[in-house]
Nanobody, 114 residues
Framework: QVTLVESGGGLVQPGGCLRLSCAASGFTFSIARMNWYRQAPGKGRELVAGISATGDSSYYADSVKGRFTISRDNAKNTLYLQMNSLMPGDTAVYYC???????WGQGTQVTVSA
């Protein structure tokens, strides 16, 4: 059974930072390109960042470039998203997903507010 479990969200002040984690199981994580998405209230789900299976290439949406860093540990089947200089516009539920599968996790809420 494929499972994706996101964690690390919370309430943070503008300018703060958070590190999200995504624990994956049930598939061969090390061969899967992985992505982080987010969905803000009243908006559609958007792609935030992606990373190749080996971790040697990555993609960032313009809105997070220079502030967020995606990484992975294939030995631990875990995906990460380091989020720095957070802004209120980053408030959303964050999800991880593999390019190979249709499964979504339950997401983790990130709220940026003073």
């Amino acid at each position: 059974q494929v499972t994706l479990v996101e964690s690390g969200g919370g309430l943070v002040q503008p300018g703060g930072c958070l590190r999200l984690s995504c624990a994956a199981s049930g598939f061969t994580f090390s061969i899967a390109r992985m992505n982080w998405y987010r969905q803000a209230p009243g908006k559609g789900r958007e792609l935030v960042a992606g990373i190749s299976a080996t971790g040697d290439s990555s993609y960032y949406a313009d809105s997070v470039k220079g502030r967020f860093t995606i990484s992975r540990d294939n030995a631990k089947n875990t995906l990460y998203l380091q989020m720095n200089s957070l802004m209120p516009g980053d408030t959303a539920v964050y999800y991880c997903k593999s390019n190979l599968l249709a499964t979504w996790g339950q997401g983790t809420q990130v709220t940026v507010s003073a």
